[in-house]
DNA sequence: TCGTGCCATGAACGCGCTCTCACGGCCCTA
DNA sequence: TAGGGCCGTGAGAGCGCGTTCATGGCACGA
């Protein structure tokens, strides 16, 4: 009795390759094939392999798989960014179930990394040596040095919104710039004229292609495009850009805000400043996140499918391993405005 | 030329154990004891081997080391749930830095599973087959069958929140007994008397244990536990049960809430019937989320660290990994009430 | 001086799988 | 009837490590 338990230098349990072959009764290279979904397997041994697998409750071992296959079958999620403020966001909430739902059913596993930038270097030689097959990489900055070095190593990389830096990464993102301009006609079309905008941060593709969309918007309508306060992802800066604005134009009639999030702060200054919305000021946000829906009043917003975001980038990643060709380098995703009380 | 494209059957690049043995004069042995930090290696050789690592940029294999160690060298975070509704959570972000965090340094890889209850079966054979060396588990409903049967087939687990099921898992959840009982007090030492509560869903602990707390409150102020409406985590089912404590009891002037998200709806309805917060209606949410302090008025609220409790989870992990005894089966962190305008 | 440990090291086996290679059976064509 | 494909299959090497096991050097006490 004390021997079992002093010995027992557990190696994991489970059935092996061999197993299944023997009860099939074929060979392991034959279940290897079945396994892999492999030509030359008679329909017959094909079953045998099958029900061998679901009676033994087989599961393939990863690491002998990877070893030998000299591929990881996982890939890599990589969030590059300070402080892990991407996670709470829905926005990452959304791309990981997409990501997650094109991952099912096939063998491949998710390995979720945050690095900050002081830790890239560790990271760059951790995946240089073949522990994931590819990245897809959602950065808090646009212009992060970590996809162009991912690339330099040789690894597929998709990335989530257009990176600004110089080169060419592969990347998925929504149409931002439309998302703006659909904002903007939609306010001209309610007969607003002083149309501003609180525009994301600069450094980021997102920021800048609301504020160009915008831009081109007010361009068609022959209107000035002169009220611009910029903020970051966080309610209070967005009431401070609207105070902003507010002191340089009293008679500002709308606003197009490039994050819903930003709108919550817009909202409490023009509440607080004793404007009405929409009837003083109209106000469009952008993500339709759940905050648009119970915000006061509810948020006339641009919607982008971020889980669709999720899914288009593991199919592209996917797709680049499977080497497929004639791949897109980059996707952009419809948006559309979902019209509430705010416009 | 022609030849080498054709071939180039590339196995990834990168250093092997044997490249570095022989630059740092030893044998693979020796490198294999200095990457594992083993006893017996004279301070020359180990020396030998690091500068020789940091100089090939040398990372071990994890599969191969997986093969031969038989242990996964990863650890899996489980989210169980119908629809990935946690992802979007701060609470589940704020965990998932805790965990990161806590991981960092150490070898270990976090793979990322979110499982529906139908694909529990196949989550379970493939971890039975030893693809991760323990869990973390994130679940919806408290009596979720998984954390038992994950334990049953002797991976070592730590849940998150204390799980409703029979038998006993290890878990880490806040102090939601407390935190309640402290909301409550609070609401009393401001003179409230008709205190009524927006419980959590029945089937999770943190709904039940916050509302024990809210009752325990009133029985030690002796007033009357009478008012209790329950809701799940979103601002409309706030709203509902908000409605209905006022049709209820019109006299209301407190309420505890169950969580920060379901109070929105809580003060939605409370502005939409005209009742002043806090003056004619005191709010007390929980969790301290962004959400808390950029609603209207700002929400008094008890905060529990959520980044605390993912790394009190992992490290309760790791120690039952590294075979420490002593380790506390479950443990509870504390929270603090977080003072605002709405109480 | 010779043993008896303890420390430091290297050789070699094997983890569980994929992949290459070789082989044999079958059908088709000459 | 003989030859050439193509399909289906199995044997076996080896992926890159961890992990015994054996060995040798050195300090210590006898």
Do not use: C
Not at 37 to 43: I, K, M
Not at 78 to 86: A, K, L
Not at 240 to 252: F, I, K, Q, W
């Amino acid at each position: 009795m004390d021997v079992m338990t002093e010995i027992d230098r557990q190696r994991r349990p489970g059935p092996r390759i061999e197993e299944v072959a023997r009860l099939a009764g074929v060979s392991k290279s034959t279940v290897s094939r079945v396994i892999n979904d492999e030509p030359y397997v008679s329909a017959r041994a094909r079953d045998a392999v099958h029900t061998a697998i679901t009676h033994l409750k087989y599961s393939p071992n990863q690491a002998a798989r990877s070893l030998a296959g000299s591929k990881a079958n996982a890939i890599a999620l990589i969030v590059s960014e300070q402080s892990g403020r991407v996670l709470g966001d829905p926005f990452f909430a959304g791309m990981l179930r997409g990501v997650h739902a094109e991952l099912t059913g096939r063998q491949i596993q998710l390995l979720l990394m945050l690095s900050q930038p002081e830790g890239h270097d560790d990271l760059l030689t951790y995946l240089a040596s073949g522990h994931a097959d590819g990245a897809l990489l959602v950065s808090l900055h646009g212009d992060d040095p970590l996809p162009h070095r991912l690339q330099e190593i040789g690894l597929p990389v998709v990335v989530a919104g257009r990176p600004l830096g110089a080169g060419s990464v592969p990347f998925v993102d929504s149409d931002n710039f439309t998302g703006g301009l659909d904002a903007v006609r939609h306010l001209v079309s309610l007969g607003r004229t002083r149309i501003a905008t609180v525009s994301g941060p600069r450094d980021m593709a997102a920021g800048l292609d609301r504020l160009s969309g915008w831009r081109r918007g007010l361009g068609e309508a022959r209107l000035p495009a002169d009220l611009v306060a910029e903020a970051d992802f966080t309610p209070e800066s967005g009431a401070r850009a609207m105070t902003e604005l507010l002191d340089r134009a009293p008679d500002v009639d709308a606003v197009f805000v490039a994050a819903d999030i930003i709108a919550l702060g817009v909202l409490q200054v023009l509440h607080a400043r004793g404007k009405r919305v929409p009837e003083d000021v109209a106000v469009v946000g952008f993500d339709d996140s759940l905050l648009a829906s119970t915000a006061t009043p509810p948020l006339t917003t641009v919607r982008q499918d971020v889980e669709q975001l999720g899914r288009t980038m593991t199919w592209r990643l996917l797709g680049e391993l499977a080497g497929e060709d004639g791949l897109p380098p980059s996707l952009l995703l419809p948006t559309s405005l979902v019209r509430r009380a705010s416009a």
